[in-house]
């Protein structure tokens, strides 16, 4: 490569530094987060640099635009990066300069670089649980508020169904409570509009998918499990194994081994959280399962209790995923 470009990106400017073969500043210069900021740090590259941006909020936006501009482009992980480099020092000039030599000395931690449209993938996936959320949230509430006024609850299975819809209209709180039993009714009629809408936008993308398809068979895994895991993941070949892709989960615990000492800490949580709750949200119907994972799972649940034992059965669901995820799609 005839340059190694760092770049320390953020949401309004990115700072970019230029080493040559030997670790010699070329340039260095800080451009702002705009279509003329871009353009001026392209004039800069050509098909012999290699550019290499930390992973952050704007990075996949960053990448578009240069990618197809520079020979060679590395997503970084940071964390990794900085222990692996040295990295001491925090400011947006020296990471410039110390990831633009890690990048010459092959020393930075790249992380997947997903295409466009699985990253769209992810965003429908994102975007239903944050809608289920904001509606059990409006729930509880609509449940707090409605207990703090002292109103006895009817007898109906459950209080947003028809019935218990009908008893909310008819619920009469005096002052800002009222008004706010209204304001909460009022959003959640339209979250459970927007949900329904992006439901039926998860099933039209679910069902055409072959790997959401052969996920669906796993047990606990249904259309929006089986969608934010085939987002999530992307390309199974990248893991060679369950243990690898756990670790990207961040479901293995932290190891601390010394001599014939060995200790095994909390769960490490680095990577992909959303994958991670995926994982996790499958694992509770391991339970239920009536294979030898089950009965493992179960064993496993009476010796250490349910929630040490659900980071285990998502490590398990690991091996399935990949046992099932279709090679030929």
């Known amino acids: 490569m005839q340059h190694y470009i760092g770049v320390d990106l953020h949401k309004a400017s990115f700072h970019a530094c230029a080493v ?30 290699a550019v290499a941006v930390e992973a952050s909020g704007p990075t996949w936006r960053f990448a578009d635009q240069v990618l197809s501009h520079v020979g060679r482009l ?3 992980d940071a964390a ?14 020296l990471d410039a300069r110390r990831l633009a030599d890690a990048l010459r000395r092959d020393s930075v931690v790249g992380i997947y670089y997903p295409p466009p449209a699985l990253r769209d993938l992810r965003e429908l996936g994102r975007y239903r649980v944050s809608l289920a959320r904001s509606r059990a949230a409006l729930k509880q509430r609509i449940h ?7 109103v006895e609850f009817p007898t ?13 209209a008819s619920v009469r709180v005096p002052g800002w409570a009222g008004e706010s039993l209204t304001g909460f009714l009022r959003m959640l009629d339209e979250v459970t509009t927007e949900l ?14 072959p790997i959401v398809t052969a996920l669906r068979n796993l047990p606990g895994i249904g259309l929006v499990l089986g969608l934010i895991l085939r987002a999530e993941i992307g390309v199974i070949d990248r893991f060679p194994d369950a243990a690898h892709l756990a670790s ?14 060995v200790h095994y800490g909390p769960l ?14 499958a694992a509770t119907h391991g339970l239920r399962r009536q294979d030898a994972v089950g009965h493992w799972a179960r064993r496993l649940a009476l010796r250490k209790g349910i929630l040490k034992a659900r980071p285990a059965i998502a490590r398990a669901l690991c091996v399935d995923i990949l046992r099932v995820w279709p090679r030929t799609v």
């Open 20 to 49: 040559d073969g030997r670790g010699a500043r070329c340039w260095e210069d800080r451009f702002p987060r705009t279509e003329a900021g871009i353009a001026a740090f392209l004039r800069r590259c050509s098909p012999e640099v």
């Open 74 to 76: 590395q997503v970084v």
């Open 80 to 93: 990794r990066t900085r222990l692996k480099a040295g990295y001491a020092a925090k400011t947006d000039r």
């Open 144 to 150: 707090a508020l409605l207990l703090r006024q002292g």
């Open 156 to 168: 109906v299975s459950d209080l947003f169904g028809r019935r218990g819809r009908t008893w909310l």
């Open 196 to 209: 329904e809408r992006i439901d039926a936008a998860v099933r039209t993308h679910g069902l055409r998918d």
């Open 248 to 261: 990207y989960a961040g479901l293995v615990p932290r190891v601390e081994k010394s001599g014939r000492r």
């Open 268 to 281: 490490t949580k680095r990577g992909s959280a959303w994958l991670r709750w995926a994982l996790t949200e």
